[in-house]
């Protein structure tokens, strides 16, 4: 069986692949693999991180919205419809997903 993964884009730009490694409840956890357009979007993912960590959830928030407002969307790389609506953790070489 091949291994599923997903291109995360913003319109026409590659931010990175993720591929599935396991399924934990309702989130999808991968392997995060940037592309060159990752560098503009690292700082709202490393806000969103660090506000949950520190237990603020006001910003955390704040920086999901910001996240989910730059239009990201996962293409399945194996066809298929693209997932619009998820929520996407990105720490380093690892990511996760709900929708």
């Known amino acids: 069986m091949a291994e599923k993964s997903w291109q995360l884009r913003q319109d026409d730009r ?6 599935l490694e396991e399924i934990d409840m309702f989130w999808s956890d991968c392997r995060f693999e940037p592309a060159p357009a990752w560098d503009d ?6 806000a969103s991180r660090d506000a949950w960590v520190r237990g ?3 910003a955390a928030l704040a920086a ?3 996240i989910h407002a730059e239009g990201l969307i996962l293409v399945p790389d194996e066809g298929g419809d693209p ?7 990105i720490n380093g070489e ?3 997903f709900r929708h």
Do not use: K, M, S
């Open 41 to 46: 979007l690292r700082p709202l993912f490393a």
């Open 14 to 19: 590659l931010v990175g692949t993720l591929t």
């Open 83 to 89: 997932i619009t609506d998820f929520l996407i953790r």
């Open 94 to 96: 690892t990511a996760r």
């Open 56 to 58: 603020d959830e006001e």
């Open 64 to 66: 999901d919205e910001a």
